[in-house]
């Protein structure tokens, strides 16, 4: 083979490894749009139970991925404590940003879920030790400078819509430090360790984390729910669109990194833009 036909073979060979990146990043996208609008279908229907919502997700994955590594019949590669610390951030995360639906729109929280990308550069910065160009930089600083339009919109001159928008934004930004958290600390394990043993420790103790806080917090919640066929489908429809997601996001952090993770999940905005004109007929 000749020099030119090896640059050729190589050129393309990268390019379509670009491309597999980018759809997996776009897979993600989409579902994560999904796991949006069925969290604020739920929110709307008057159940605020976003702990429980989120627990149904990682029982799913400590059933599915657990029994593959049970029958494979190995062990922990990854001390459990920290495990447990990955569950811990990562339902921290999910409860902030679900409990954001009770206040805020679906287009503020998805839109604001973009924190997690500041968030991601500073954390993979001082712990992973990974580098980023100017132009990464600049387009980190363009996602800040639109997050400060939905504030200013959530804050009145736009109508952002919601009960109290602005107290939404600051669950959806705080829960973005745990997301960013949990990606990093996620990005570290599947890059070194076995993807199906992290999404199913990630499961276990995020269902047994979620158990203790469920116990604490939201039993008076769900005791006041009347459930309804409508509130069962978009639970199951969040549960399954959750499972899609830490499903594949593990194959996203392993190829690309959390930055460029969070950065492919930005579409998920216009996905969400969608769902707010077709399905709460609201104007933007």
Not at 73 to 99: H, S, T
Not at 123 to 137: A, E, P, V
Not at 189 to 211: A, H
Not at 255 to 279: K, Y
Request: glycine share 10%.
């Amino acid at each position: 083979m000749s020099w030119s036909a090896a640059g050729s073979w190589f050129k393309s060979h990268v390019t379509l490894n670009n491309l597999y990146r980018l759809f997996l990043g776009q897979v993600v996208s989409f579902v994560l749009a999904l796991m949006s609008f069925t969290s604020s279908l739920i929110a709307s229907l008057g159940v605020d139970a976003p702990i429980t919502q989120s627990s149904f997700t990682y029982l799913t994955l400590a059933v599915v991925y657990g029994g593959i590594l049970l029958y494979r019949g190995q062990k922990l590669r990854i001390p459990w404590y920290w495990y447990l610390a990955l569950g811990f951030v990562d339902v921290q995360g999910n409860y902030l940003v679900n409990k954001a639906f009770q206040f805020s729109s679906i287009t503020s929280v998805t839109l604001l879920d973009c924190w997690t990308v500041v968030w991601a550069i500073i954390l993979t910065y001082i712990f992973i030790g990974t580098r980023y160009s100017l132009w990464q930089l600049f387009g980190a600083a363009l996602c800040v400078l639109g997050l400060g339009l939905v504030l200013l919109s959530d804050a009145g001159v736009g109508g952002g819509g919601g009960s109290k928008p602005l107290l939404g934004d600051a669950l959806v930004i705080s829960g973005t430090l745990f997301f960013a958290m949990s990606n990093v600390g996620e990005e570290f394990c599947v890059k070194k360790k076995d993807r199906v043993e992290v999404i199913s420790m990630l499961g276990l103790f995020g269902m047994l984390v979620s158990g203790v806080e469920l116990s604490i917090f939201e039993l008076k919640s769900l005791e006041s729910v009347t459930w309804s066929t409508d509130i069962m489908l978009a639970a199951i429809g969040y549960t399954l669109s959750g499972f899609m997601f830490y499903s594949i996001t593990p194959f996203v952090l392993k190829l690309s990194g959390a930055t460029m993770f969070n950065l492919s999940l930005l579409t998920s905005d216009m996905w969400a833009v969608v769902v707010r004109i077709l399905f709460y007929h609201q104007q933007l």
